[in-house]
């Protein structure tokens, strides 16, 4: 999977820009505040139809302006993204796609950036929406099953706030959940079980030292077990007026060497985890779809020494598209060809 070209219009800091991409290595460069980020942001709102840095379409639209566009032209498709105030429309081919899950995934990107650490610190939440969107964009079962899950629990939710719960209508809601409860668990197993397979053999082979790396998976429920453990929350949801148990509640950790991660590793290894954890990633998305994502570095090699840097850059698969955000080229260890891609404040946007 390639990006040729990427054309934005009014997005972010950007009037307009065009940039034409190398097949394999790319590196932008540019002062803080010139756009590099927002380059590789765009790419991302095309592969998971939103970006990870607003819930509020509307920021990515440039100031004063009333929509933003997004056009990129890849080796298999041509994907287009209108964002005005309230919506945004979704394009393939100049096909207007009315469903988010038919555009999603439809070109993968896996982005590395700084903050990714906090994925150890988030919220359960937070780091199911990870889970969710990694596993929507290969699994179309997936996504389905979660869209047709969040409406039958928002709609049960607003049942058990009711002063008379319909016993009746709730039982319906429970039998309609169970089957969609089983494909979420199962799918999100098979993602924990993939990355597992992959995450220690990365972690040893970037960060130079074998670690035994690994993810559990704190599930709701085995997934026989899902209609029984469903018809026993009964009482509880109407006490607390809420669907107490479901995926919804689900979570999961990291574990190093037997141990929490977060009691015994040091930033950098917690860094070096979650470039592995990105890495298998990679795989996951290489078996499930047969192809490789582009992959995306926001100014992340220059928080790594040189030997980690190399390390990083050598186990990408060959065929990777590669492209890498940093303020300057020089404190990069890049040993191969690349396109050097230069942003300058105030130019084009």
């Given at each position: 999977m390639l990006i040729r070209t990427l054309k934005i219009s009014d997005y972010r800091n950007y009037s307009r820009k065009f940039v034409e991409f190398d097949p394999q290595l790319n590196i932008i460069v540019g002062k803080n505040g010139t756009g590099k980020t927002n380059l590789l942001e765009s790419i991302i709102v095309v592969s998971n139809t939103k970006s990870y840095r607003t819930n509020n379409d509307a920021d990515l639209i440039k100031k004063n302006r009333d929509f933003a566009r997004i056009e990129l032209v890849s080796d298999e498709n041509v994907y287009k993204v209108v964002i005005n105030k309230k919506n945004k429309s979704l394009y393939i081919n100049e096909r207007l796609i009315s469903r988010t899950s038919e555009f999603i995934g439809s070109l993968n990107a896996v982005l590395f950036k700084p903050s990714d650490l906090e994925l150890f610190n988030q919220s359960p939440s937070e780091r199911r929406k990870l889970l969710d969107i990694e596993i929507s964009k290969v699994s179309k079962r997936y996504i389905q099953a979660l869209l047709k899950y969040n409406k039958l629990l928002k709609d049960k939710n607003k049942l058990l706030k009711q002063l008379e719960?319909?016993?009746?209508?709730?039982?319906?809601?429970?039998?309609?959940?169970?089957?969609?409860?089983?494909?979420?668990?199962?799918?999100?197993?098979?993602?924990?079980?993939?990355?597992?397979?992959?995450?220690?053999?990365?972690?040893?082979?970037?960060?130079?030292?074998?670690?035994?790396?690994?993810?559990?998976?704190?599930?709701?429920?085995?997934?026989?077990?899902?209609?029984?453990?469903?018809?026993?929350?009964?009482?509880?949801d109407n006490y607390y007026h809420y669907a107490t148990f479901g995926p919804h509640h689900d979570d999961y950790y990291f574990l190093m060497d037997g141990y929490d991660l977060n009691s015994i590793a040091s930033q950098g290894q917690r860094r070096m985890v979650l470039i592995a954890f990105k890495f298998a990633l990679i795989k996951y998305i290489q078996i499930n779809t047969l192809k490789t994502p582009v992959v995306l570095l926001d100014d992340i090699l220059s928080e790594l020494d040189k030997d980690n840097q190399e390390r990083l850059l050598n186990i990408l698969p060959s065929e990777t598209q590669v492209i890498i955000t940093n303020t300057d080229i020089n404190n990069l260890n890049i040993k191969?060809?690349?396109?050097?891609?230069?942003?300058?404040?105030?130019?084009?946007?």
């Open positions: 719960v319909d016993d009746v209508l709730l039982k319906v809601f429970n039998e309609s959940m169970v089957p969609l409860i089983k494909i979420i668990i199962e799918e999100r197993e098979r993602f924990i079980d993939t990355i597992n397979e992959y995450i220690t053999p990365m972690y040893s082979m970037i960060s130079g030292r074998p670690s035994d790396i690994k993810i559990v998976y704190r599930k709701c429920s085995e997934i026989p077990e899902v209609e029984k453990a469903l018809a026993a929350s009964y009482d509880k191969s060809d690349y396109k050097l891609i230069e942003l300058r404040e105030g130019y084009d946007v």
